[in-house]
């Protein structure tokens, strides 16, 4: 008996399985690149097999119709002209996405929108070789995510400046009228247990903070206990206008509201 051993088109790489197969090579001059490769969204070997086996036999059909092509060009006397140059109606670069996310949805928003979207775009250049939004593959996302975490981002923050990327990239294909597909959403981000639940201060500690702030009564204790008393922000307590105290009423009170 004779074992044939058949090709495996797919690995594992956090907990999550990819598919990967290579371009023939006589039909690698039709693409620009060598290597097909995009995750699975499967966890469990079994289903990972199956979905890679149900995907490399549409990518045989449909290389069997492009030599199938050839041969019926060749019989015709036909050539295939090949694009060397993108309309550059087509070209948006993560540049032009970034100034296109600022013009439309920026107005109002205050600076953190901008610090938040300029450093995530820095993030994503400096780990792409390629800045052109039509380049872009489903593996870049990976490796996208595989360099923030080595930064030492923890996975909330990866998160975070996933959905920045993604909101940008979104606006842009759709004003641009991109034909492509958003390739980081959907990109699995594991968790790394990094974030802690904050417990509340103990009612005993802040009764004691608050009555060694009436012995010491200065401005630092009084705006202490208005915080600890009232659970306002520090930049609000400060802000506070005496205005908005009202101690005449039954019960005292601080009406806390915009001022302009």
Known sequence: MVWVRLPVYFYKSNDTFYFSRSIPSDLQHRFKKRKIEGSLRKKLESKAAKSAAALS??????????????????????????????????????????????????????????????????????????????????????????????????????????????????????????????VFSGTFIPDDGAKQRRNPIPKEALQRVQLDCQNLNDEACWLISLISDTRMRLSEACGLPTSDIHFDAATPFVDLKEHP
């Open 57 to 182: 036999d549409r990518l045989e059909r449909y290389w069997d119709s492009l030599r199938m092509e050839m041969i019926y060009l060749r019989e015709l006397g036909l050539k295939v002209l090949q694009d060397t140059k993108r309309p550059n109606g087509n070209h948006c670069s993560l540049s032009d996405a970034l100034a296109l996310y600022h013009r439309l949805k920026g107005k109002g928003k205050n600076q953190l929108f901008y610090d938040v979207s300029n450093r995530s775009i820095r993030y994503l250049e400096e780990c792409l070789e390629h800045k052109n939004l039509l380049d872009l593959e489903l593996s870049d996302a990976g490796r996208f995510r595989d360099y923030l975490l080595a930064r030492g981002m923890s996975s909330s923050s990866v998160k975070r400046v996933f959905s920045s990327v993604k909101s940008i990239v979104n606006l842009a294909i759709r004003e641009q009228g991109l034909t492509i597909t958003n």
